[in-house]
């Protein structure tokens, strides 16, 4: 076995720089996921690339305009559960955005470009631990990669949730590939994101001359704004926080209408039921008489993560992995983000989050990506498949 892993470490160490030049031509292949053509042609890209090392790809659509789940098997006659590797491969930046074709840089040990941190790097991580375990011929459990098209959408609007926790169940851990943690902690609990749409109608008029007529539709909003992000709970893990307003027009008028976007994330189910009930109790109240206001919302598809005990064995077992080899050991973290991390773990198996490449400033066009936590990682994660059955 430790011959095994030895022989592991050093394929990775041969390939690093195929595994930048992978990253690179990843990250070239840019898409936004609105644009179905562009995501899939980088999805294509990996596909070929897993072909090769074995891998049979079977496709899940998802909606007519997105590109959709691309499940990659590979040994799935071996007598194990399958160990997944998720990820996904559209980005938030539209094609373009960082002035031009193949727009990826390195400097200083670092990795800039579209979706180099969030996501690709990970995937080109999940890549390498198939290639590294084809090369010891290793043969015990499964591997899937299941690779999302449009998770920067939450999926909203269609079921690639439902999907993915379907294609998750029987499976025996997953690592879901995202954004690594600068502070080199992996994620075993996240929330779930909902997004509110406030809109308040008022009655408009001259400032001097209506001002007693009027009805001011921003003064409204903002008794409601007031109430509103009182509902934020931080013992629980609940955040309301204001967005985005819109609203008035003319600088001495009084504004006829006004819309606020509020942010919410919860950790459960009792909580979001909460926030949905005091949102609308509040939108009902009427602060200022003769304004009317009304309240939507959508829910991102991306269900929470939330901690288990064997969620915890697993990252033990992975920072046993880590140590024993001479990395540093994981921490662990909470994280407000959402990610498909909680859509896997619905199935009801271990998953960790965030164990891809490491950096800074995602959905931001400063991104980037620690180039050695490629080849780190990359290690850790084939040892641990190597060595799962002493989980
Ligand atoms: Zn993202």
Redesign the pocket.
Known sequence: MENQLAKIFTFIDEHKEDMVQDLRTFADLEGHFEEKDNVLKARTWLQQQLEKEGFACRFREVADDRCGIMIAELGMDRPGKPIIFSGHCDT?HYTGSFGGENPTVIKDGKFFGPGVL??KGGLIIALYVAKALNFIQYKEHPIKLIVVGE??SDHVGNDGNKILTAESKGALCCFNME?GQMNNSLCTQKKSQFTYYLSVDGVGGHAGNDFLKGRNAINEAVYKIQKIIELTDLSVGTTVTTAVIKGGGHTSGIADHCEVVFDVRVTNENEAKRIMDSMYEITDETFIEGTKSKLTYYRAKLLPLQETKEAIRLLDFVNTVAKDNGFDEFGKVHLGGASDAGNMAAAGIPVLDNCGIIGQY??NKKEYGIINSLYSRAKIFAGTVLKIKEL
């Open positions: 938030v969030d996501m998770e920067e954004t995602a959905h």
